[in-house]
């Protein structure tokens, strides 16, 4: 259910996150279905077990699990398929974004670039 790429430049602790707002979106992982326990899933992943828990609290604290004391972690009824899937989205775009501009493209540069990408959708809907 969950994959992990060690050669990746995205913290695992990100992929993670990443990989339960992917399901969600994709509608596997339905509200209230239990996540994995964090020794468990850090065991099955062969990592440390802090890093399960970071992203666990990174998914609580962006509301898209609940944790309830020695039940376990949970995913919220408060995330909807389109909220996850914007999520998905925007943290791609934050990436994109980042990289950009550490390769030297301005703020300017890039609101162009977003403003034309923009008016283009404009004139197809």
Excluded: H, W
């Excluded at 919220?76 to 998905?88: E, H, P, R």
């Amino acid at each position: 259910m969950f994959t992990i790429n060690f050669q990746s430049s995205v913290p695992v602790y990100r992929q993670i996150y990443d990989d339960v707002v992917r399901l969600v979106s994709l509608g596997i992982l339905k509200p209230d279905t239990k996540l994995p326990p964090v020794r468990v899933l850090a065991s099955e992943l062969g990592v440390n077990p802090n890093t399960v828990s970071k992203a666990y609290k990174m998914l609580e604290t962006d509301g898209i699990t609940y944790s309830t004391v020695g039940r376990g972690s949970f995913v919220s009824d408060k995330l909807s398929q389109t909220d996850a899937i914007k999520m998905q989205e925007i943290k791609k775009l934050e990436e994109a974004v980042n990289t950009a501009y550490k390769k030297g493209l301005t703020k300017k540069d890039m609101l162009e670039v977003v403003n034309k990408i923009c008016e283009k959708g404009k004139n197809n809907d």
